[in-house]
């Protein structure tokens, strides 16, 4: 999917990611994840078909004005979905837990990159397909990701994921949704 069908698509992928949310925050109970790949674990849905690979955070900051504070938030999770009935191939988003600040961006650092994603609700993607590939690439090279947003409550929230095991669980989705 490219260009403007590409995030016409993200238009109705909230939808969607709501069906992939669910399974993620039972992974560890869920019956439908197929492997666990270092610090992701795949999952798979037959109807509609999807896969996925996702992880939660291994380290979590969260400041207002400077400094640390304790907030409550929902699950964090960083997905690589693949649905192909919708042409969905390695589609990145990321949900923090909270709403995000209207018109605000989340910003992913992988060594010395930084990419920008935009927001909607709870959830965040790379704006077209050539920026989902772009960072499924850094990923596949780094040791980590840290995603930084700001909540429509002015926290800035800053989320370290382990990318040990990525490329091992993309491919695994992947294989799975051809």
Do not use: H
Request: one cysteine or more; aromatic letters at 10%.
């Amino acid at each position: 999917m490219t260009g403007s069908s590409y995030r016409a698509g993200l238009l109705v992928a909230p939808l969607a990611a709501a069906t992939f949310l669910a399974a993620p925050a039972m992974a560890q109970e869920s019956t439908n994840r197929v492997a666990a790949e270092t610090d992701w674990s795949v999952f798979v849905e037959e109807s509609p078909r999807a896969c996925w690979s996702v992880s939660a955070p291994k380290e979590t900051v969260n400041t207002r004005d400077g400094q640390i504070v304790s907030v409550r938030r929902g699950d964090i999770l960083l997905f690589v979905s693949f649905r192909p009935d919708q042409d969905v191939a390695g589609e990145i988003s990321f949900t923090g837990g909270y709403p995000f600040a209207p018109d605000s961006t989340v910003s992913v650092e992988v060594g010395d990159q930084t990419f920008q994603l935009f927001t909607s609700g709870d959830w965040a993607w790379p704006a077209s397909a050539e920026d989902d590939g772009r960072l499924r690439d850094a990923f596949r090279r780094g040791a980590q990701a840290v995603i930084t947003g700001r909540s429509a409550r002015g926290t800035t929230t800053q989320d370290t994921f382990s990318l040990f095991g990525f490329t091992a669980a993309l491919e695994e989705a992947e294989r799975r949704c051809r």
